[in-house]
Each structure stands twice: as structure tokens, then as C-alpha cells.
């Protein structure tokens, strides 16, 4: 990861928008399940993401970067969605930091193991189409848009069934990151 980490950080030292491309290819969604934790809604985690990107290549926060690309990224995104939570005050902000912190670290394997077979329990009581683009997106990869031709179905179905997905998942999103960016 921290090769694929530096790759991005010349090319967008050097102005080229294929670094911005890089780093979106590969941490938006991950980005966007970690966003999640604190939000309930999908399309507002994606909006929040989104806003992330925009925000660190117009202001060129790459000159700036004082720590890895993962964890800006991963703490810009943990702040953008407290931000939506106070403003909104739909929800009550819980205490995550201790999930954050972990999320950052590095995972002991045996724990990885555990939270890896937890998922796969969960996955098997989705239905099966919403683990299908659950599998699609989070195992092998797929674009939203690459799913829905698969499965011949419209990208707004797709997105609603990772939203499911993700919902009834809530409580092993942290390992669905960790497996997204191994």
C-alpha cells in the first residue's frame, strides 16, 4: 500500500490529474463504507467523499502533507461526516475514535481472521442479490457501473442494494476496509 501511497504523491506533486484518478480508484470506497460508520445514508457517505477529493486537489493538499495519504484521507472523511452530523443534528455523535485509531493500525491476524469469519456469516444472511453486488464491489473490485451490466440491471439498483448491504453489515465495516485496501 505504501508503494501504490507514493506512486500517487509524485504524480500529484508533479500536477498530474492520474494521481487524483489513482487515489480515488483506490480508496473511495473504502472511503465511502468507512464514511458509514457514521452516517445511514450511502449517498450522503459518497457525497462526503467526494467532497474529501475535491477539497485536497483544489486547495493542493498534497504540498502539504504532513502524514500518510490513508490516514489524511481517512481522517478528512471522519471529520466531513461529524461536520454533517452536527449540522443535521439527526444524530447523536457517538464515540468512535477508538474504532478510528484501530482502523489506522495495524491488525493482529488471528483478530483479522475472527472479523473475516464473522463477515462471512453475515454475508450468507443477506439476500442474494445484495450479496452479489456486495461480492462484486468489495472482493472482486467492480465499478458500480460494471456490476449492473453483469447482473443486467440499472446502477441505481446496484446502489441500493450495497446500501442494504452495508446497513445490515454495519458492525463489520472495519474489516470490509481492511480487505478493500489489502
Not at 442494494?161 to 463489520?172: D, E, P, Y
Request: negative net charge; charged residues 30%; proline residues 1%.
Amino acid at each position: 500500500m505504501k508503494h501504490q501511497e507514493q506512486i500517487i504523491i509524485e504524480k500529484m506533486k508533479n500536477g498530474g490529474e492520474s494521481g487524483l484518478r489513482h487515489m480515488f480508484d483506490l480508496y473511495y470506497s473504502p472511503l465511502c463504507i468507512f464514511a458509514m460508520r457514521y452516517l445511514d445514508a450511502f449517498d450522503v457517505a459518497e457525497d462526503l467523499v467526494q467532497e474529501v477529493f475535491i477539497n485536497f486537489w483544489e486547495n493542493k493538499r498534497i504540498h502539504s502533507l504532513n502524514s500518510s495519504l490513508k490516514s489524511y484521507l481517512f481522517t478528512a472523511v471522519k471529520n466531513n461526516a461529524l461536520n454533517y452530523i452536527r449540522k443535521t443534528n439527526r444524530y447523536r455523535i457517538e464515540e468512535l475514535d477508538d474504532e478510528f485509531d484501530i482502523l489506522m493500525e495495524e491488525v493482529d491476524t488471528d483478530v483479522l481472521e475472527q472479523k473475516k469469519a464473522k463477515l462471512f456469516r453475515e454475508l450468507d444472511q443477506l439476500s442474494e442479490q445484495s450479496r452479489k453486488v456486495f461480492e462484486a464491489i468489495v472482493f472482486d473490485n467492480m465499478k458500480y457501473k460494471e456490476v449492473a451490466e453483469e447482473l443486467d440491471v440499472s446502477l441505481n439498483t446496484i446502489k441500493t442494494h450495497f446500501s442494504r448491504a452495508l446497513k445490515q453489515l454495519r458492525s463489520s465495516l472495519d474489516i470490509i476496509i481492511l480487505i478493500m485496501l489489502s
